[in-house]
């Protein structure tokens, strides 16, 4: 969920964001879980992709904080 409220734009520092926002970032996660489905992979890599994209997209939000306050 956490992850889905991230990629829809709501910063983890100020927790400014939309409900539209948030939609668009779960059909993100559930596009990346079906695919992963249908294509047969572990359920141990379907973990890690999520993983990944947790990160990338809290790497993102902290790197957008950071360069906005300049």
Do not use: H, K
Not at 49 to 67: E, K, M, P, T, W
């Amino acid at each position: 969920v956490i992850t889905a409220v991230v990629l829809g734009g709501t910063t983890l520092s100020g927790g400014e964001g939309t409900v539209f926002g948030t939609m668009i970032g779960l059909l993100i996660v559930g596009f990346l879980n079906n695919g992963l489905v249908l294509q047969g992979v572990d359920p141990f890599w379907q973990n890690v992709a999520q993983g990944a994209l947790l990160i990338s997209a809290v790497s993102f939000d902290r790197l957008r904080a950071r360069f906005s306050d300049d």
